[in-house]
């Protein structure tokens, strides 16, 4: 059983920056891709990052390129997103998940196996 808890989120003015942290547990969970996505009012969940095992192979949406980075840490099985230079339209619910492939993290499909409860970003202009 993987669990996953995301942390981090709240309130920031544009041109600000916020972490977020995902803490997984799971017996097999350093084995799984890891990935963010988001999800605004009114509109569909979109994919953020990804990020491999291995940390070897890193995705990102057009939209944050430049202002995210994902990173893992397997040693305290977490995953976070350090956010700069935010943007109103960055406001959104974040989700953590995980899923032993990659494909199931760097797009927004029904075969990705493990989500997080989500934390709010909110970014005011």
């Known amino acids: 059983q993987v669990h996953l808890v995301e942390s981090g989120g709240g309130t920031v003015q544009a041109g600000g920056s916020l972490r977020l942290s995902c803490a997984a547990s799971g017996r097999v969970v350093n084995a799984y891709a890891k990935g963010w996505f988001r999800q605004a009012p009114g509109k569909e969940r979109e994919f953020v990052a990804a990020i491999s095992v291995s940390s070897n192979s890193i995705y990102y949406a057009d939209s944050v390129k430049g202002r995210f980075t994902i990173s893992r840490d397997n040693t305290k099985n977490t995953v976070s997103l350090q956010m700069s230079s935010l943007k109103p339209e960055d406001s959104a619910v974040y989700y953590c998940?995980?899923?032993?492939?990659?494909?199931?993290?760097?797009?927004?499909?029904?075969?990705?196996?493990?989500w997080g409860q989500g934390t709010q970003v909110i970014v005011s202009s």
């Open positions: 998940a995980a899923d032993p492939m990659m494909d199931h993290v760097r797009q927004v499909t029904t075969e990705t196996r493990h």
